[in-house]
């Protein structure tokens, strides 16, 4: 196979940098791929019967990209290679760093476009210039260009890892492809930088994956450009930690018809990423993600509280804290608890690399549009039809994506 590209909003951020770290490792052998759904098993079809007693690895059945065979770059507002980053993040062990130390020197980033009125709590050091925001994206587009140029690619994948932006609704501007482009020759103040980055990537007919809750893919304008160009596209906010554990758990608790009265979440994390949460325009942008997935899996609506707390001390070390309070027969209540310790940028990146993989596939065999079969990775999966409610149980979101994957390969679909 080929080799492909794979360009990050934030290179330099702990997602983007882990992920690629991880990258890197798996394809050299270096690490076990823990945590990829695609090195997971699944039952291939053999005379259009599900052979479940062979199983096979989905990167084996879909021919999935290995990593040795991706080259990655991205934009950042500061100017630094991947290997200075990921030593002062701290948040891969420094050996393991140390023993990527070319690779990573060799990774720069191009200059990122921001916006203050976006992201509040951080400041540029290196963005792109641009007079219009129709400017910055046609400089986005020449970085695209420039780099599968350089690196003879035919595909590269863009993946937003950015900082989460202030929360906005849509507009009359994103209603449509014609506004949209209106609107950055105007630079209307409604149009944010994930959407610009967006507006590149599929204007490259590069598949695109929005990781963050900031307002991007799903807008009409961009969905009509992706038809248009015939590009991938998926969405939004990544699920990795406290909002995976609840997509998984909420359907026992409709399954065994056990009431659920409460849930509150609360969280702690203190790296960049709790930092820029620490403004509650940014803030109400991940709690709308975070808080949607509840009533559609349970079918009705329990109080449901989520907070987010930025806690310097922990870095990447995120803490998670859930009370779950139920009724079971005679109305007797009854109290779940649980505590999740984990690594807020690790959980991601097993994500971010299954994208950079399947969108890839997706492209390969003639996919375009929103591909809703990859709600499994996000909190709040960008639908086909616009305002209707996407599947949020876990369980069932893998069973989409696996009849998908067979429907491809073997044309046969199992319900």
């Not at 209540?333 to 890839?360: T, Y």
């Amino acid at each position: 196979m080929s080799k492909i590209g794979a360009l990050f909003v934030g290179l330099n951020g702990g997602v983007a940098s882990t992920s690629i770290i991880g990258a890197i490792s798996i394809g050299k052998g270096l690490t076990p791929p823990y945590g990829l759904y695609t090195e997971t098993l699944i039952s291939p079809v053999i005379n259009g019967k599900l052979a479940r007693l062979n199983q096979q690895p989905i990167k084996e059945i879909l021919n999935l990209i290995n990593f040795q065979d991706v080259v990655f770059g991205g934009w950042d507002i500061e100017e630094r290679n991947l290997y200075e980053c990921a030593i002062e993040s701290g948040i891969v062990p420094k050996e393991m760093v140390t023993q990527l130390e070319p690779e990573l020197k060799s990774i720069r980033s191009f200059p990122g476009i921001f916006s203050k009125e976006f992201i509040k709590n951080l400041d540029a050091k290196d963005h792109a210039k641009g007079h219009s925001l129709y400017e910055q994206a046609q400089s986005l587009r020449q970085n695209i260009k420039d780099f599968k140029h350089t690196h003879n690619l035919q595909t590269v994948i863009v993946i937003n890892t950015a900082s989460t932006e202030v929360y906005h609704e849509t507009s009359t501007t994103h209603s449509s492809l014609e506004r949209f482009e209106t609107g950055l020759k105007e630079s209307d103040p409604l149009i944010g930088p994930a959407q610009i980055y967006a507006y590149a990537a599929i204007s490259e007919n590069c598949p695109y994956a929005n990781f963050t809750p900031s307002l991007a893919e799903e807008i009409p304008a961009l969905r009509e450009l992706a038809q248009k160009t015939k590009t991938p596209i998926a969405g939004k906010d990544g699920k990795t930690g406290q909002t995976l554990l609840k997509t998984a758990i909420a359907p026992m608790f409709r399954l065994k018809n056990l009431h659920i009265e409460g849930w509150f979440s609360t969280n702690i994390l203190g790296n960049k990423d709790g930092l820029v949460l620490d403004d509650p325009g940014s803030l109400k942008s991940k709690i709308v993600t975070k808080s949607s997935v509840l009533d559609s899996i349970l079918g009705y609506h329990p109080y449901h509280k989520v907070n987010i707390n930025y806690y310097p001390p922990r870095g990447d070390d995120k803490e998670a804290w859930d009370n779950i309070d139920f009724k079971g027969v005679l109305g007797m209540p009854m109290q779940i608890k649980i505590n999740f310790l984990c690594k807020d940028s690790i959980l991601a990146a097993g994500n971010v690399l299954d994208l950079i993989r399947l969108l890839e596939y997706t492209k390969r065999i003639g996919e375009s549009g929103v591909q809703e079969q990859l709600g499994f990775f996000f909190k709040c999966p960008t639908t086909v039809q616009i305002g209707s409610q996407p599947i949020h149980d876990f369980f069932k979101q893998e069973g989409i994506l696996k009849e998908w994957f067979r429907e491809k390969v073997y044309g046969v679909k199992y319900n």
